[in-house]
């Protein structure tokens, strides 16, 4: 598996406060999300990724480059969208754009290429010779984008990509983070709203208090995935029939909830109903949300 990142035992601290306590994950390359309620360790950890700080403990690589050792060609292969406010307000962004450019090392010309086709990218064509400072936030958000993918970088961190935009802007910015992939960008998104996630990554790595709870796809994991069935009539039947066959199920009025590992759950349900003489109403694919996934695992330490 080509990985994105990995880390073996990774710890750092503050002092006395501990940020992550032996961090132990393989990510692959793609569309990754990093989530964690606030203070989970979610910056930190990309922060020890990116070569800005140093781990306590243990050992990290991206791109299969070392992280304590080779720092400088993991920042000519990523890109870093921060959280805080990075931007220079006293420049215009087509400026900014070929200074960042060229800072990775492209030519002036192909500097100025690239920053204009990056600005189109994120919809700031318009308004490129605007101070940054005159920018309203969604804007502000849009540049930090465009500059952390002005040097085409294979992999790119955005920490809290939607932090401040209102609905609008919010989706605006999932489209965009959604489409880097068709660029050949992977992506790991740092957030502590689990929608965003969902609607733009394929992977996740959840963290509590710098511990790791789960890393995974998205619905990969079979027992997360679950079937819910409304039937007519008495569920009793089917409820013990879908039992016997070895499915978990849970019971609500007349819905009921079905989930197996070892066998498709459609065909499963079908074959219970048939054998019961039960009535399906309806179906409905009900796979776990990260909501459901991240407070089970944090209820389960």
């Known amino acids: ?21 032996s961090l132990s994950v393989e990510v692959p390359r793609g569309r990754t999300g990093l989530v ?3 203070g989970a ?26 992280t304590g050792r080779e720092t400088i060609p993991i920042r000519s292969v990523v890109g870093y969208m921060p959280e805080g406010e ?15 450019a060229g800072t990775a090392g ?25 101070y940054l400072g005159d920018y309203s936030t969604g804007m502000k958000q849009r540049a930090k984008l465009a500059q952390a993918i002005v040097h085409d970088p294979s992999l790119v961190f955005l920490d809290e990509p939607t932090a401040g935009l209102d609905p609008s802007g919010r989706e605006e910015m999932l489209d965009l983070i ?18 965003d996630i969902e609607r733009t990554c394929d ?19 079979s027992h997360e995935r679950r079937i819910r069935v409304q039937v007519n009539g008495d569920a009793t039947p089917l409820v013990e029939g879908l039992r016997s066959a070895g499915a978990l199920v849970t019971v609500d009025d007349r819905r009921i909830t079905v989930a ?13 109903a048939a054998a019961t003489g039960t009535s399906i109403r309806n179906l409905d694919d009900g796979a776990a949300s990260l909501e459901e996934m991240f407070l089970r695992r944090g209820a389960g330490r």
């Not at 002036?108 to 919809?123: E, F, K, N, W, Y």
Request: aromatic share 6%; proline share 2%.
């Open 106 to 130: 492209l030519p002036r010309d192909a500097a100025r290429q690239r920053a204009s086709d990056v600005l189109t990218l994120v919809g700031l064509d318009e308004e490129r010779f605007r």
């Open 41 to 66: 360790g979610k910056s930190t950890l990309i922060k020890i990724l990116l070569g800005i700080i140093e781990q306590t403990t243990g050992r990290a690589t991206v791109l299969d480059l070392d």
């Open 1 to 21: 598996m080509e990985t994105a990142f990995t880390t073996d035992a990774l710890g750092h601290a503050y002092g006395r406060i501990a940020a992550l306590h």
């Open 86 to 100: 990075c931007l220079p307000l006293d420049q215009t962004a087509a400026d900014f754009m070929v200074y960042a």
């Open 36 to 38: 964690g309620a606030n």
């Open 260 to 272: 197996h590992d070892d066998r498709d759950t459609y065909d499963l349900i079908r074959d219970a």
């Open 203 to 221: 992977w996740v790595v959840m963290l509590d208090e710098g511990t790791l709870l789960h890393a995974g796809p998205i619905g990969g994991a």
């Open 178 to 195: 959604a489409r880097l992939g068709s660029f050949g960008i992977d992506v790991v998104v740092s957030s502590h709203v689990l929608r």
